[in-house]
């Protein structure tokens, strides 16, 4: 069984890699190329244990992932698991990932996948809401697909939008990075908007000539009570796309505009459906695009890393 | 995260220590301790995912184990997986076991756990039925509980009769080792009748005067459609104990005497309710224990393991 090592995960893909290896995850779920049984949620209070399987190819993975709010008041991480690649053919195990970086990695692939589709390749400024790991793992990913030349960064709290400002600039010497000080006003001057927050309620205001002719990225709402978006920027959208049908149920991005008739569901799309086509989009009206994830992702991006990490011989063999 | 070894879960802990774990988890059992969901199956054809999470105290585990039957066919095991052990306050893995390993190792302390409890400490001569993994490990747990000096060996391969005989022989120099012709013969001559494998029909035949007041450990029978001991076992039972109570609906064991009426749901009982009121049985009669294992084994294995390790600077620490 191989360890791979979350620092190795950064070595063994480039983005852009990734990006294409969740164009194959996309693809496999419009072909219906795979089997993907429920989440399993096991709640223990407020903490929940996660196990999510899935059967693809040759291959299928588990990633058990714990949820404990309470952590960040220790300064331990809410979200951490494992993932688990095991051969298709006999079970064995193959593999080992830290699976908190797995899904940062995997999630940031997925935004750059939906940005690489739903943008315009003149792409010019960038807003980034939130100012976590997934808010990083984001704009790495963006960057990958397009070349913009300046990112604007909103965070509730101005000393980690700083921080954050940091270390991208750091990463990007030729980004303008920039932060503002209000979200309003990050959306106002953002053609792109990426939110990776966990708000309840929306992040910025309900108001339709803010949010007119914008792509917007949402990431972070993953329960239905959650809303990054205001109503508006569905209700202005002339296209919305999920990745997974699920994220009509589980995020109030799209659950919240569809049970008050904003959208229709019938007016939905997977971003799978686009890239199966094999066309980008071509509007320059509002469009929107919703993740939730699924162990699909985990599985596609574990996969190939596992078979890059046997042709480079990285990964520390685990003798069992 | 550590990564503990199939070799050094023998080295960090005797069998009867592992004995004395799994009597800590009946403990837990019968003070509903802890919180165990159904296990969760994951079907591909005739193989088998298997997701089994429990909690209890201050940690969590995992076990993931697939069943593919056809592996033995290319000389590969059919069971294989890990068990991951995590950190119940925060989530946070902390270890991480080969599956198969720590499932033979737990299944073997069990199986003790019962002839601890059940069998008479001048017991002198025990029968094994089935010559796999199980059978090795049921054999060196029951030694760890009872100084037996004659062990009879049947499996219905007589090379492979043979062969578990010279292993146990090897590791046992002073115990009496004796390969019989039949089941039938087996059962006449021990007190103890431990059977371990995967037979569908009864593995000897259904004659009273053969199981009369003898102690039967039934291992192998993990469906309901499976059954290694006639009905006569059961009918001839003066007590009648499972290590859960799932055992009554997963193993045929039980399952077809109680659906035949030959016993009744309120005559059995837990191994551990015998264990919490700390009296072995005091009987001269027929006693059968019936074992199907469950996740909180592996939990309480696991973490007395993972313990261990810590004080004693063993496993491999895995840089996440």
Known sequence: MLFIQSKDIDKLMTHS??????????????????????RVHVNQGDNVLLLMPAFAGNYFSTKLVSVFPENSKIQIPSIQGVVVLNDGKTGEPLALFNGAKLTSFRTGAVGGAAIKWLSSENLHTVGLIGSGVQGLSQVQFA????????????DSSPEKSKEIGGIIKN???DLEVQITQ????????????????????PVFSNRMELVQDKLFIGIGSYKSD??????VVCQSAEAVYYDTPMAKKES???AKPLSKGIIKEKDLRSLGSLIQKDHSIKTTGTVVFKSVG???????????LYEKAKLTNMGIELSF
Do not use: H, W
């Open 252 to 254: 109030g991005d799209l």
């Open 226 to 231: 959650m809303q990054e978006f205001p109503d």
């Open 182 to 201: 209000s979200a309003d006003t990050l959306v106002k001057d953002s053609e792109c908007v990426i939110s990776t927050t966990t708000a309840i309620d």
């Open 143 to 154: 960057r990958s697909v397009r070349n913009f030349a300046k990112l604007l960064v909103y």
């Open 294 to 304: 699924m162990a699909l992702f985990d599985l596609i991006i574990a996969k190939n």
């Open 171 to 173: 990463e990007f010497p």
């Open 17 to 38: 890699e990734a990006v294409e290896a969740m164009e194959e995850a996309f693809l496999i779920q419009e072909n219906d190329d795979f089997t993907m049984p429920d």
